[in-house]
């Protein structure tokens, strides 16, 4: 397969991220003029004007070595695997704010949703899935909403649901990411079967999505936050995200902080 030109490849991102010629020349702060001949294949960028390109539109750090290697560069950004040894250090430090967020589940993923780390809270609410979607590498996502995974038990399944599948979205436009295009196809096609009456709205629904899960212990209601590292300069440190979960409601509370601790 023949990969793009480089300069096919830096308009793609700019029309991805919706922005004119004029606007990114802009924000780079270089002539239209030279981004039109970087475009159109007229001017060959320098290695240094592709990473002042790329941080410009955002680009992901593992698309900004794809195209520095396109245009013939070495790639400037390292990708270790989150086992690796020399990785003991963010992992640890992972692991550390999992477990600080305990009795509440939290749990680390990469840019696929695949599950790195956890901390106890998690697998009590895991109760009754099939084994077979926790062997291996486990998608996160995959989990929340397949039959056999915790979708029968999501109390409010649709919204829960198009809350998932919104922000699975938003990530394959900011990434173009194919794998993330597939998985999204996967997840839209699982039924959507929320059994059960309705529960009451929790209150803090006003200003968030809940997640709302039927346990033997009662109904627990969840918000989440998304946490990223700051100056991340390795690819699999930049594309991973901690989940933390909170209580919604008091009875959620309570219920995890008996569970767990």
Same mark, same amino acid.
């Given at each position: 397969?023949?990969?793009?030109?480089?300069?096919?490849?830096?308009? =793609?991102?700019?029309?991805?991220?919706?922005?004119?010629?004029?606007?990114?020349?802009?924000?780079? &702060?270089?002539?239209?003029?030279?981004?039109?001949?970087?475009?159109?294949?007229?001017?060959?960028?320098?290695?240094?004007? #592709?990473?002042?390109?790329?941080?410009?539109?955002?680009? *992901?750090?593992? &698309?900004r070595n794809a195209l520095l290697v396109a245009a013939g560069f070495a790639p400037r950004f390292e990708a270790r695997a989150f086992d690796a040894p020399?990785?003991?250090?963010?992992?640890?430090? $992972?692991?550390?704010?999992?477990?600080?967020?305990? *009795? @509440? +589940?939290? #749990?680390?993923? =990469?840019?696929?949703?695949?599950?790195?780390?956890?901390?106890?809270?998690?697998?009590?609410?895991?109760?009754?899935?099939? %084994?077979?979607?926790?062997?291996?590498? $486990?998608? $996160?996502?995959?989990?929340?909403l397949h039959p056999d995974g915790l979708a029968s038990r999501i109390a409010n399944l649709p919204e829960w649901r198009e809350h998932l599948l919104h922000?699975?979205?938003?990530?394959?436009?900011?990434?173009?990411?194919?794998?993330?295009?597939?998985?999204?196809?996967?997840?839209?096609? @699982? +039924?959507?079967?929320?059994?059960? %009456?309705?529960?009451?709205? *929790?209150?803090?629904?006003?200003? /968030?999505? +809940?997640?709302?899960?039927? !346990?033997?212990?009662?109904?627990?209601?969840? /918000?989440? !936050?998304?946490?990223? /590292?700051?100056? +991340? $300069?390795?690819?699999?440190?930049?594309?991973?995200?901690? &989940?933390?979960? @909170? *209580?919604?409601?008091?009875?959620?509370?309570?219920?995890?902080?008996?569970?767990?601790?």
């Amino acid at each position: 397969m023949t990969t793009p030109a480089i300069g096919t490849l830096l308009r =793609d991102w700019r029309q991805r991220r919706r922005m004119s010629q004029l606007d990114l020349a802009l924000e780079a &702060e270089i002539s239209t003029r030279h981004l039109s001949f970087v475009e159109t294949g007229r001017a060959q960028p320098s290695r240094e004007m #592709l990473l002042h390109l790329a941080q410009a539109l955002d680009i *992901p750090l593992r &698309e900004r070595n794809a195209l520095l290697v396109a245009a013939g560069f070495a790639p400037r950004f390292e990708a270790r695997a989150f086992d690796a040894p020399d990785m003991a250090v963010a992992r640890e430090a $992972v692991q550390r704010v999992l477990d600080g967020h305990e *009795p @509440y +589940p939290a #749990l680390a993923v =990469d840019r696929h949703w695949t599950l790195l780390a956890a901390n106890r809270a998690v697998m009590p609410l895991l109760e009754g899935v099939d %084994p077979s979607l926790l062997n291996g590498a $486990v998608n $996160v996502l995959r989990l929340s909403l397949h039959p056999d995974g915790l979708a029968s038990r999501i109390a409010n399944l649709p919204e829960w649901r198009e809350h998932l599948l919104h922000r699975l979205r938003q990530q394959i436009h900011a990434s173009g990411d194919a794998t993330l295009g597939e998985l999204y196809e996967e997840l839209k096609a @699982y +039924p959507v079967d929320a059994r059960g %009456p309705a529960p009451a709205v *929790p209150p803090s629904a006003s200003i /968030f999505v +809940p997640m709302q899960l039927r !346990t033997n212990d009662g109904l627990l209601s969840f /918000f989440s !936050t998304t946490t990223v /590292f700051g100056t +991340p $300069v390795d690819v699999t440190l930049a594309e991973l995200a901690l &989940e933390a979960f @909170y *209580p919604a409601d008091e009875a959620t509370g309570r219920i995890m902080r008996a569970m767990v601790l």
